[in-house]
């Protein structure tokens, strides 16, 4: 198990920034895949930014979906284990339920993206307004 705790979500105007942070605990891997995914009314789960942590627990290759490119940051501290996502100039096509997961299995750095991640926090809520 890989208990996840996100925090961090809230309503922002437009234009604004918000950062969220995930706490994990407890995982043994030797190197995992920890993204942010989010999920709006209506539309599929999509993945917003992943990133790859090695066995050092040092983040390594990160990856971000093209509509939040060069607004947002996935980043980890390995001292705390904690992933952030921080997410600038956010729109209101930002609004929904933002989850944070991990998976241990068949990791490789690469394929952060296109895992199937079997541990995922509660998750929670961004609302951007116009």
């Known amino acids: 198990q890989v208990p996840l705790v996100e925090s961090g979500g809230g309503s922002v105007q437009a234009g604004g920034s918000l950062r969220l942070s995930c706490a994990a605990s407890?995982?043994?891997?030797?190197?995992?895949?920890m993204g942010w995914f989010r999920q709006a009314p209506g539309k599929e789960r999509e993945a917003v930014a992943t990133?790859?942590?090695?066995?050092?627990?040092?983040?390594?290759?990160?990856y971000l979906t093209d509509s939040v490119e060069g607004r947002f940051t996935i980043s980890q501290d390995a001292a705390t284990n904690t992933l952030y996502l921080q997410m600038n100039s956010l729109t209101p096509e930002d609004s929904a339920m933002y989850y944070c997961?991990?998976?241990?299995?068949?990791?490789?750095?690469?394929?952060?993206?296109?895992?199937?991640?079997?541990?995922w926090g509660q998750g929670t809520q961004v609302t951007v307004s116009s």
């Open positions: 997961a991990a998976t241990g299995r068949g990791v490789i750095w690469y394929e952060c993206p296109r895992l199937t991640y079997n541990y």
């Open positions: 407890g995982y043994t891997y030797s190197s995992i895949c």
């Open positions: 990133i790859y942590i090695n066995d050092d627990h040092n983040g390594g290759y990160t």
